[in-house]
């Protein structure tokens, strides 16, 4: 699966693919895979935390968070995910979402999110967010685990205090909207799966086979 992930980042032509991870294992596979690696310490909550840590010592602009559950992660989602960065100086952080079916919205794999009108995350949920008190369906975003972030930003992440909701949720990227900092979320059909289950797995295993 980490051989998939450096592949589809690599495609991305984006800057050199480097993974962070505590995980001797992974670090083996992504060296296989021709991948940069940077061991971490192990105390990390977070992706974005571990990624701090990594980037401390690298000189850059922009950061794109790849998580390693998406093998099937487009490069042209990578690509896409940093791109309000460059067109907004003011904004710090920025992922990906894309149109969900109502009947997968009460998955709580599932993360869905709700924008405002200048399309950046008022919330991100394991629950059917917007709730539909009336009859009428819920038009449902599906939030992608992809993430950039302006470098000083990333390296200031760790020091924010977790909220209630976070924690709550055991979604990372509600530490950033609870500090008050803007998310952009480019909306897009990017339709990659994350693998957070066995049977996520085997159908990844599966759609790989098939494209062989």
């Known amino acids: 699966m980490i051989a998939h992930v450096i592949e589809r980042a690599r495609s991305a032509d984006s800057g050199p693919v480097i993974v ?72 710090q952080m920025a992922t990906l979402a894309e149109p969900l079916e109502a009947s997968h919205a009460g998955n709580p794999n599932v993360v869905k999110v709700v924008i405002n009108q200048h399309g950046q995350a008022l ?24 993430y950039a ?25 509600l530490r950033a909207l609870h500090h008050g900092h803007a998310i952009a979320v480019t909306i897009g059909r990017f339709s990659t799966i994350g693998v957070d289950t066995p049977e996520d797995l085997a159908r990844v295993a599966q759609l790989l086979a098939a494209s062989q």
């Open 123 to 146: 919330y991100f949920s394991r629950s059917a967010i917007p709730y539909p008190r009336q009859a009428a369906a819920a038009s449902y975003l599906k939030h992608i685990g992809l």
């Open 149 to 173: 972030y302006r470098r000083p930003f990333l390296l200031a992440y760790p020091s924010l205090s977790p909220s209630e909701a976070e924690k709550a949720e055991q979604l990372e990227q």
């Open 20 to 91: 962070a991870t505590d995980d001797a294992r992974i670090a083996d596979a992504a060296t296989q895979a021709g991948a940069q690696v940077h061991m971490t310490a192990t105390h990390h909550t977070s992706g974005t935390e571990r990624l701090a840590e990594a980037f401390a010592s690298i000189d850059c602009d922009i950061v794109v968070n790849v998580q390693g559950d998406e093998p099937l992660i487009s490069p042209e989602a990578i690509r896409a995910v940093s791109q309000p960065l460059r067109q907004d100086a003011a904004l």
